[in-house]
């Protein structure tokens, strides 16, 4: 349950809070809070300070339907900020959340240690040789289609073993090709419908035969806010209720809006382990 971040080695068997800086305009919750590298340090110093164990930077905004921008604009979007983290936070594990290799190759270059793609590879064909080059960790997640059609394909026999099926098959490419650590991502909300979100956190532990971290990014996500009636901005509270069923569940990293709720989220969750 270690991986190796370039030298910083991550003991996983502890679960750990991965926080969320969106450099996006359109991002669900947080599109456009972000706007300037002034904005996004202070919300990297909060999120360090509230006890974040990685940082995911994201440039491409993956909602349900959203705009489908190039590469060069991806780019464009975070390289300043990617490069005043990198040295304002030099021991600090830092995430690129991107399914395109040139993307990610640039990013690794600049000083990220782990690639989170949406798409497991499927999006771009060069992926996993180049994560195999740079030999870092990838988080590799459970999606159907592109974030602009998979609204449409929610359509499962048996959601749970098609999931495990998935990434058994993606596994086996990624070993194939020489890649070492892996992490799971089950992708709530990715081409599955509120139901099919619960019930595949339920069955989280299923994933567990996969024998690989699990990822869970459900943070302030429509399967809490229209649950509850209410609004993202809103759904904290909801948020870690679930996260904690993550936890309780099999979870080792939690991706979040909100590190320190999340994080005392976890330190509760240990003290129910002791016992």
Same mark, same amino acid.
């Given at each position: ?8 080695? @991550? ?5 750990? =809070? ?10 669900? +919750? ?6 300037? !590298? ?32 190039? &590469? ?5 979007? /975070?390289?300043? =900020? ?5 040295? *304002? ?6 995430? #690129?959340?991107?399914? $395109?290799?040139? &993307?990610?190759?640039?990013?690794? !270059? ?12 499927? @999006? ?7 994560? *195999?080059?740079?030999? &870092?960790? %990838? ?8 974030? /602009? ?6 359509? %499962? ?8 099926? +998935?990434?058994? $098959? ?10 070492? !650590? ?13 139901? /099919? ?12 035969? @996969? ?8 943070? $302030?996500?429509?399967?809490? +806010? ?5 609004? *993202? ?25 909100? #590190? ?8 509760? %969750?240990?003290?129910?382990?002791? %016992?």
């Amino acid at each position: 349950m270690t991986i190796n971040c370039k030298g910083h080695l @991550l003991d996983l068997s502890a679960p750990k =809070v991965m926080g969320v800086l969106n450099l996006t305009p359109d991002s669900f +919750y947080d599109g456009g809070k972000f706007k300037t !590298d002034k904005a996004a340090l202070e919300q990297v110093e909060r999120h360090i300070r509230e006890g974040m164990d990685i940082l995911d930077i994201g440039a491409y905004s993956s909602r349900p339907g959203a705009e489908d921008i190039g &590469v060069d604009e991806e780019l464009r979007r /975070q390289a300043s =900020v990617l490069q005043q983290v990198t040295k *304002a936070f030099p021991e600090l594990i830092i995430s #690129v959340d991107t399914f $395109r290799s040139r &993307v990610a190759k640039e990013s690794l !270059d600049q000083g990220a240690h782990i690639i989170n793609d949406i798409s497991a590879g499927n @999006l771009d064909e060069d992926m996993l040789d180049m994560i *195999a080059e740079y030999q &870092v960790p %990838y988080i590799m997640m459970h999606m159907r289609g592109t974030p /602009q059609t998979m609204k449409g394909l929610t359509a %499962y026999d048996n959601l749970v073993e098609e999931v495990i099926l +998935y990434f058994s $098959r993606r596994i086996s490419e990624a070993r194939k090709k020489g890649i070492s !650590d892996l992490i799971i991502d089950p992708g709530f909300g990715f081409a599955k419908n509120i139901a /099919q979100n619960f019930e595949l956190l339920n069955h989280l532990k299923a994933l567990k035969n @996969l024998d690989l971290p699990i990822l869970t990014g459900v943070s $302030r996500k429509s399967m809490i +806010y229209k649950s509850l009636s209410i609004e *993202a901005k809103d759904a904290l509270n909801g948020t870690t209720a679930l996260h904690m069923a993550a936890l309780m569940n099999g979870s080792s990293i939690l991706r979040v809006h909100d #590190v320190l709720e999340a994080k005392q989220c976890v330190i509760l %969750y240990q003290k129910l382990t002791e %016992y």
